[in-house]
């Protein structure tokens, strides 16, 4: 399949996927609409209320939340979602499948939990206030039973984005009604949670209308295990580059800081979340599909793509303090507006790093060299922003966070180019 050469690629692209693929995109960007765009309308409401350092903390904990679900998860978002497109018309090995899948959840769960007492025993930070990292663990308990990568596997996203739109939305307004001033701050990681883990509890109660719990196989376990470990590196190491900004400034220049770089980094995440459901809407289509047609279909997608993250960025260096004074209203964070700048690339650099990483690597099951990829890239990106916040404090970090970004599609490109030679 030849790039086509004028502007009817989008015609062509559209040409090679199905009704269900586009329905499956809807759902899927409603889903990180109630887990990005929802918390942005309470955003400001939190700053304001909570204080730069309160919402530090209430962020630094739900950065370190944000790891743990990764390793609880394990991958699972891609290989399970692959495995279950190829075993839903099987409704015995199905089923076997997705109660392997608890199963491993279940005893990541535990071990994740563990390691948060720890940390909490040993590191002074969490030390002196345990409660919010405590109750920020939910997250991960919700986390891991939303079954996101059954129904994407089934292509059957409806009522599962349903459940977890209603529920997010209920406990996004509920903020407004229970956090009142500074010293609510734990009612923040309390309603995160119980919107994670009540929307989580309603999405697998609904996976019984197609699957049951069966005795799960430690075999067959330990197979999957093995398989998908490479991704769950290789998704650690991503957050390494996404969420470890906000812990590491937190831990070397207190929660204060740590907030005002949060507040930022939520509203350039929020851009970069509307990549990720096109992304997984396309990939059982695409993982389906023969070599040459994925990369035909990656190319044409490259086009659009790049001309949103193009706009996107524009719009964001040119509107800053606009932008930053519009929403919050907070000369503190404000001030700061040449740090949005900078994370501001991250929409363009994002947007193309994500299609190849993300997306095509993936599809022609590359896991391997995806794994290499990003752990270069979250070890270095780990090193450096260690470094430069020494050094240059928040600015540091902002520009390790956008080279990081740029540095993986670089490389991510010189092996596509590789890989399609």
């Given at each position: 399949?030849?790039l086509?050469?004028?502007?009817?690629?989008?015609?062509?692209?559209?040409?090679?996927?199905?009704?269900?693929?586009?329905?499956?995109?809807?759902?899927?960007?409603?889903?990180?609409?109630?887990?990005?765009?929802l918390?942005?309308?309470?955003l400001?409401?939190?700053?304001?209320?909570?204080?730069?350092?309160?919402?530090?903390?209430?962020?630094?904990?739900q950065?370190?939340?944000?790891?743990?679900?990764i390793?609880?998860?394990?991958?699972?978002?891609?290989?399970a979602?692959?495995?279950?497109?190829?075993?839903?018309?099987?409704?015995?090995?199905?089923?076997?499948?997705?109660?392997?899948?608890?199963?491993?959840?279940?005893?990541?769960?535990?071990?994740?939990?563990?390691?948060?007492?720890i940390?909490?025993?040993?590191?002074?930070?969490?030390?002196?206030?345990?409660?919010?990292?405590?109750?920020?663990?939910?997250?991960?308990?919700?986390?891991a039973?939303?079954?996101t990568?059954?129904?994407?596997g089934?292509?059957?996203?409806?009522?599962?984005?349903?459940?977890?739109?209603?529920?997010?939305?209920?406990?996004t307004?509920?903020?407004?009604?229970?956090?009142?001033?500074p010293?609510?701050?734990?009612?923040?990681?309390?309603?995160?949670?119980?919107g994670?883990?009540i929307?989580?509890a309603?999405?697998?109660?609904y996976?019984?209308?197609?699957v049951?719990?069966?005795k799960?196989?430690?075999?067959?376990?330990?197979?999957?295990?093995?398989?998908s470990s490479?991704?769950?590196?290789?998704?650690?190491?991503?957050?390494l580059?996404?969420?470890?900004?906000?812990?590491?400034?937190?831990?070397?220049?207190?929660?204060?800081?740590?907030?005002?770089?949060?507040?930022?980094e939520?509203l350039?995440?929020?851009?970069?979340?509307?990549?990720?459901?096109l992304y997984?809407?396309?990939?059982?289509?695409?993982?389906?599909?023969?070599?040459?047609?994925?990369?035909?279909?990656?190319?044409q997608?490259?086009?659009?793509i790049?001309?949103?993250?193009?706009?996107?960025?524009a719009?964001?260096?040119?509107?800053?303090?606009?932008?930053?004074?519009?929403?919050?209203?907070?000369?503190?964070?404000?001030?700061?507006s040449?740090?949005?700048?900078i994370?501001?690339?991250?929409?363009?650099?994002?947007?193309?790093?994500?299609?190849?990483?993300?997306?095509?690597?993936?599809?022609?099951?590359?896991?391997?060299?995806?794994?290499?990829?990003?752990?270069?890239?979250?070890?270095?990106?780990?090193?450096?922003?260690?470094?430069?916040?020494?050094f240059?404090?928040?600015?540091?970090?902002?520009?390790?966070?956008?080279?990081?970004?740029?540095?993986?599609?670089?490389?991510?490109?010189?092996?596509f180019?590789?890989?399609?030679?």
């Amino acid at each position: 399949m030849e790039l086509p050469k004028n502007m009817d690629f989008i015609k062509s692209y559209l040409k090679n996927i199905n009704k269900t693929v586009l329905q499956n995109y809807i759902y899927l960007l409603l889903i990180q609409i109630a887990n990005f765009v929802l918390p942005l309308i309470a955003l400001p409401y939190l700053v304001i209320t909570l204080n730069t350092e309160g919402y530090g903390l209430v962020m630094i904990a739900q950065s370190l939340a944000v790891f743990l679900g990764i390793l609880v998860d394990f991958g699972f978002n891609i290989s399970a979602t692959r495995e279950v497109s190829i075993l839903r018309d099987n409704k015995e090995a199905l089923s076997r499948y997705f109660s392997n899948v608890y199963a491993i959840k279940i005893g990541l769960i535990v071990l994740a939990f563990l390691f948060l007492a720890i940390l909490i025993a040993f590191v002074p930070k969490f030390q002196s206030d345990p409660e919010v990292y405590f109750l920020s663990f939910g997250i991960v308990i919700g986390q891991a039973i939303f079954p996101t990568w059954f129904f994407q596997g089934i292509e059957k996203m409806r009522i599962i984005t349903i459940i977890n739109v209603v529920a997010k939305a209920f406990f996004t307004i509920s903020i407004f009604f229970f956090i009142l001033s500074p010293e609510d701050y734990l009612m923040a990681p309390i309603l995160n949670s119980l919107g994670m883990i009540i929307s989580g509890a309603l999405g697998l109660f609904y996976c019984f209308r197609f699957v049951r719990f069966t005795k799960p196989n430690f075999g067959e376990m330990k197979a999957m295990v093995v398989e998908s470990s490479s991704l769950m590196v290789s998704n650690f190491a991503v957050n390494l580059y996404t969420y470890a900004n906000t812990l590491i400034l937190g831990l070397m220049w207190g929660d204060s800081l740590a907030g005002i770089y949060a507040s930022m980094e939520k509203l350039v995440l929020a851009i970069k979340s509307v990549y990720a459901p096109l992304y997984q809407a396309i990939f059982p289509f695409l993982a389906a599909k023969k070599k040459p047609q994925i990369v035909g279909i990656i190319k044409q997608l490259s086009i659009p793509i790049s001309i949103f993250g193009v706009f996107a960025t524009a719009v964001l260096l040119g509107s800053a303090s606009v932008f930053l004074d519009f929403i919050y209203g907070n000369q503190e964070i404000s001030s700061y507006s040449s740090i949005f700048r900078i994370l501001s690339f991250i929409a363009i650099f994002s947007a193309l790093n994500m299609l190849l990483v993300t997306l095509y690597l993936p599809s022609i099951k590359e896991y391997k060299l995806r794994m290499k990829i990003l752990s270069f890239a979250g070890l270095l990106h780990l090193m450096l922003v260690v470094s430069m916040s020494h050094f240059y404090d928040i600015y540091g970090v902002a520009i390790t966070a956008s080279f990081t970004e740029l540095l993986i599609l670089l490389i991510a490109y010189f092996y596509f180019k590789k890989t399609i030679e």
